[in-house]
């Protein structure tokens, strides 16, 4: 659209202030050696020489597509920097992982430029679940901030009711900003690194892996007579070798769809590719990272019968009849980019 966009990308490890070094590691020290503690002496250097070496291909693509600001505290963000803040989407209004990730569900609703005279916008806001997590704190300070809000949308049809009802804020029901670019965009990434072609045509991307969704998958590879291949590592995973943890090249995984004849999934994201690269998929049930998203997304399309519970269910699903899927897919683009448009004018 013609602006120049940065993201506010806040560094989650840092080593400690060298005057503040002695007497951290000094009670670390104390607490392993003396009191028999279960803890790293220098964590901080562990845990990020740790991200550096799983990250490394994720890293490399972020570095190549996207224009980051990468800072330490709040305070490095300057107001005359900018002349509109946008905050969204996956599951960033969610407190246990906004608390997480940024130190406070209240950054997520822009607190850090809360006396800036600034244009504000929330694009397809998540909070990843139709339950009501906000402690009463939370809710007062983050309606008070939203208020501030010159456009509010929101990414699921729970997340209206919970904006109205706990707000008092009419949002927008929009579009997963990736479903704003078009398969041909995605194409030319993996084009562009020539990345070789997937070893088979299952394609596996399965989060939280265990053996029932293992042998689910096996049963329905031998019963459909296709190859799996898998487009993720066991990254979290602290018991096996940190290079078996590396995640693959973002331009593999984008490549699995396009190759992929049927995919199996329990990620929010790879049910979204999967719908954008017109493929038979289905999904497993994830609870623990929010069924909400994809209730909303599948009934969005007409696609709720993607999310299976048994093989048997999964072999008697019919294919997908993408020519409606793919209207609707332009329909809910068009008002996406509409509304940013208007946010952004």
């Not at 609703?109 to 916008?121: I, P």
């Not at 901030?145 to 509010?152: A, G, I, N, T, W």
């Not at 704003?180 to 072609?197: A, G, S």
């Not at 593999?252 to 329990?266: E, M, Q, V």
Request: aromatic share 12%; glycine share 4%.
């Amino acid at each position: 659209m013609g602006h120049e966009a940065v993201l506010l990308d806040r560094k989650r490890f840092s080593l400690p202030p060298w005057h503040l070094r002695p007497l951290k590691y000094g009670k670390r020290i104390i607490n392993k050696y003396i009191f028999g503690k279960h803890i790293s002496v220098f964590a901080e250097k562990h845990k990020i020489k740790e991200q550096n070496i799983k990250q490394r291909f994720t890293k490399e693509f972020v570095c190549d597509n996207i224009e980051r600001l990468i800072f330490k505290s709040y305070d490095k963000i300057k107001a005359k920097d900018y002349d509109c803040l946008i905050v969204g989407s996956d599951q960033v209004w969610r407190p246990k992982y906004a608390n997480y990730l940024l130190n406070g569900i209240e950054h997520s609703y822009l607190d850090f430029a809360e006396l800036w005279k600034v244009r504000r916008v929330a694009y397809a806001a998540s909070f990843g679940t139709n339950d009501w997590e906000y402690t009463d704190k939370e809710a007062e300070d983050c309606k008070r901030l939203l208020k501030k809000f010159d456009y509010v949308s929101v990414r699921e049809k729970d997340g209206i009711n919970l904006c109205q009802k706990h707000f008092g804020i009419d949002a927008k029901l929009l579009l997963d900003p990736t479903l704003l670019l078009e398969k041909k965009d995605y194409i030319k990434l993996f084009e562009k690194k020539q990345t070789p072609p997937s070893s088979g045509n299952l394609m596996v991307y399965v989060l939280d892996r265990n053996q029932d969704t293992d042998h689910f998958i096996t049963q329905y590879a031998n019963s459909q007579g296709l190859v799996p291949f898998y487009t993720n590592t066991q990254v979290d995973n602290g018991q096996i070798d940190i290079n078996e943890r590396v995640q693959p090249p973002l331009e593999k995984w984008l490549r699995g769809f396009y190759d992929a004849d049927f995919i199996i999934t329990d990620s929010f994201h790879a049910c979204l590719f999967s719908i954008l690269f017109n493929k038979n998929f289905v999904v497993l049930g994830n609870a623990t990272r929010g069924l909400s998203r994809f209730d909303s997304l599948l009934s969005m399309f007409g696609l709720e019968d993607r999310m299976i519970s048994d093989l048997e269910s999964a072999i008697a699903l019919p294919y997908i009849e993408y020519s409606k899927v793919n209207e609707k897919v332009r329909e809910m683009r068009d008002i996406s980019i509409s509304f940013l448009k208007d946010a952004l004018h």
